[in-house]
């Protein structure tokens, strides 16, 4: 980049508005994952005996890697989506979605660096 440019701050505003429109091509892939995710949460209510809702707490908690311990799983598939499966979703989601900001940062940069050459 040239020192010369000076394209100043960008707003919250311009990012998000960038940000959803980067995210509207990766939406089928993002909510795949959100479904997936929320799937693997009612199978484990139903199989830990908790409840629906504390299952989907439990898959989503588990998926981002949070694991806060007020919820665990006691049987062996539990433990195993707990431990292995749901956070690979988790992480590939978490991946997508820090890409997708990436670059939207990258296209709103771009295009103040277009509109100060002007």
Request: glycine share 12%; with cysteine.
């Amino acid at each position: 980049m040239d020192d010369d440019l000076d394209i100043g701050p960008i707003g919250f505003r311009e990012f998000f508005v960038e940000f959803v429109k980067v995210s509207y091509y990766a939406k089928k892939v993002l909510f795949s994952l959100f479904l997936i995710i929320l799937i693997f949460g009612i199978m484990l209510g139903y199989t830990e005996g908790i409840g629906v809702w504390e299952g989907i707490y439990l898959g989503f908690i588990s998926a981002f890697t949070v694991g806060f311990g007020d919820v665990t799983p006691h049987t062996a598939l539990g433990k195993i989506l707990c431990a292995f499966v749901l956070p690979i979703f988790g992480m590939i989601l978490t991946g997508i979605v820090v890409s997708i900001a990436i670059k939207s940062l990258e296209r709103v940069i771009r295009e103040n660096i277009e509109n100060s050459k002007k």
